[in-house]
């Protein structure tokens, strides 16, 4: 399938958008909490500018990356046309590409090592600058998930919230593919409990984000506490479909 930068593909990305903004604040209501507690983030991994361009203008002014290698040049696309957003890191981030995104990103949510904070402290302190960085839990234990396992938190928060020219502000997590329903809202309702442990652990008052929920799973996510979730899928389209032009 071949898509062009028409207006029939900014519409369907607008209606996208608005549909999965109903549907958060539909959750937001099933769970009792304040309206306006959800911060929509579209994922345009694969997809080029032009969709990301589409998102802002529909007024989405909070744009995920997972890849450095596609964060930077839509970074410096936006700032070209004079287009504003927040732009947030979501996938693994390598130390030796940290020096690319300094002062670029919003929102770091894939911290999932000691070294890697090191190494965001120090780049950014070299910029001048104040990075903000979430630590990635691996709640689910999956081998094939990255970040820190549950008992392995506090001592990674005792170090890192020395580091300079960082602010530390939260968790993010993965829910697996579920292979029963209910699995990920479990997950997501783990993670919860370690967050909350964690904010009075810490006692920062910069402790306010809780990422975790995707195309498939962020209802169940925000009913457990999400502050973030992380869509692409529901407002790009399969990414599996998509091919250059």
């Known amino acids: 399938m071949e898509y062009d930068f028409s207006d029939e593909l900014k519409k369907r990305i607008s209606d996208n958008i608005i549909s999965v903004k109903q549907s958060i604040d539909d959750a937001i209501a099933l769970a009792g ?15 080029p500018v032009e969709y990301a361009e589409a998102a802002a203008m529909s007024g989405l002014k909070n744009l995920g990356e997972n890849r450095v290698q596609e964060l930077v040049p839509k970074v410096e696309r936006f700032s070209s046309l004079g287009i504003e957003a927040n732009w947030h890191l979501i996938g693994t981030l390598q130390k030796n590409k940290v020096k690319y995104i300094t002062g670029m990103t919003s929102l770091i949510h894939s911290v999932n090592t000691i070294e890697l904070a090191e190494e965001i402290s120090k780049r950014s302190l070299s ?119």
């Open 127 to 245: 910029n001048n600058v104040t990075t903000a960085i979430l630590l990635q839990a691996n709640v689910s234990g999956e081998e094939s998930k990255h970040g820190f396992a549950p008992h392995e938190l506090k001592p990674a928060i005792d170090k890192i919230i020395e580091l300079p020219n960082i602010t530390l502000s939260g968790l993010m997590t993965m829910a697996p593919i579920e292979t029963y329903e209910g699995e990920a809202r479990e997950v997501f309702a783990k993670t919860r409990v370690i967050y909350e442990d964690l904010k009075n652990y810490t006692g920062l008052d910069s402790w306010q984000v809780l990422s975790m929920g995707m195309s498939q799973d962020y209802q169940s996510a925000i009913l457990e506490g999400s502050t973030h979730v992380r869509i692409g899928t529901a407002i790009f389209g399969n990414r599996a479909e998509y091919r250059p032009m």
């Open 33 to 47: 909490r304040p309206k306006d507690s959800v911060t929509l983030i579209g994922v345009t991994k694969v997809f």
